[in-house]
T-cell receptor
Framework: RKEVEQDPGPFNVPEGATVAFNCTYS??????FFWYRQDCRKEPKLLMS???SGNEDGRFTAQLNRASQYISLLIRDSKLSDSATYLC????????????FGSGTRLSIRP | DVKVTQSSRYLVKRTGEKVFLECVQD?????MFWYRQDPGLGLRLIYF???????EKGDIPEGYSVSREKKERFSLILESASTNQTSMYLC????????????FGPGTRLTVL
C-alpha cells in the first residue's frame, strides 16, 4: 500500500463546476500537509498548505481529517486555467523528517 | 524571486555513459533534493542533502550518487546509465525555516538509449 494515495483521475468537469479530490495517508506520524499543482511539462509548485482547522484561498479550500487520515481539496467555480495535476504532499516526522508525494490527480476543465 | 535551475532541460545518453545532472539554487536553502518522476509512480526521492557535504539516501538510490560541495549546488550522478533510468529528474530545495515549501527546478528529461 502506498503511503500517500490519490485517485489518478482524470477528472473532466465543465467550467464553473465545483470539484473535489481526496488524498489518504497511512502514517499517523504525519504532521504537515500540502497541495501542489503541476502543469503539463512543468515543475510542481505549492498551491496551499493544509491546516488542521481547514483553510481557504480564494476558490480553493483545503481540509484535513486526522481521524480518518485524509486531506481534501475543493475547487469552486473552476476555470480552464485550473487544468493541471494536483499532488498531495505529506511530511512525516518520526526519527527523521520525510516528505512523501502522492502520484497526483489529473484535472481537466472543459469549456 | 526564488530560483532553482537545472543544467539541461533535455538530455540523451547511451547505456553505460556517466551522466551528471546539476542543480543550483539561489535562495541559500539548506536542504536540497533529487527526485525522479515517472507516469503512475509520482515523485520518488533518490537522494537528499541537509546541508553542505551531507547526503542521505532516499527511497531509490541504487544506480545514483550525489555531491554537495557548495551550499547552492547539488549534483546527481549516474555512474553507468541504464535504459531504466530514462525519466524526468526534478531537483528541489527548501529552507529549514518557514512552512517546509519545496521549490522545484524545471526538470531534466533524460533518455538513455
Amino acid at each position: 500500500r502506498k503511503e500517500v494515495e490519490q485517485d489518478p483521475g482524470p477528472f473532466n468537469v465543465p467550467e464553473g463546476a465545483t470539484v473535489a479530490f481526496n488524498c489518504t495517508y497511512s502514517n499517523s506520524a504525519s504532521q504537515s500537509f500540502f497541495w501542489y499543482r503541476q502543469d503539463c511539462r512543468k515543475e510542481p509548485k505549492l498551491l496551499m498548505s493544509v491546516y488542521s482547522s481547514g483553510n481557504e484561498d480564494g476558490r480553493f479550500t483545503a481540509q484535513l481529517n486526522r481521524a480518518s487520515q485524509y486531506i481534501s481539496l475543493l475547487i469552486r467555480d473552476s476555470k480552464l486555467s485550473d487544468s493541471a495535476t494536483y499532488l498531495c504532499v505529506v511530511n512525516v516526522y518520526s526519527s527523521a523528517s520525510k516528505i512523501i508525494f502522492g502520484s497526483g490527480t489529473r484535472l481537466s476543465i472543459r469549456p | 524571486d526564488v530560483k532553482v535551475t537545472q543544467s539541461s532541460r533535455y538530455l540523451v545518453k547511451r547505456t553505460g555513459e556517466k551522466v551528471f545532472l546539476e542543480c543550483v539554487q539561489d535562495m541559500d536553502h539548506e536542504n536540497m533534493f533529487w527526485y525522479r518522476q515517472d507516469p503512475g509512480l509520482g515523485l520518488r526521492l533518490i537522494y537528499f542533502s541537509y546541508d553542505v557535504k551531507m547526503k542521505e539516501k532516499g527511497d531509490i538510490p541504487e544506480g545514483y550518487s550525489v555531491s554537495r560541495e557548495k551550499k547552492e549546488r547539488f549534483s546527481l550522478i549516474l555512474e553507468s546509465a541504464s535504459t531504466n533510468q530514462t525519466s524526468m529528474y526534478l531537483c528541489a530545495s527548501k529552507s529549514v525555516q518557514g512552512n517546509n515549501e519545496q521549490f522545484f527546478g524545471p526538470g531534466t528529461r533524460l533518455t538513455v538509449l
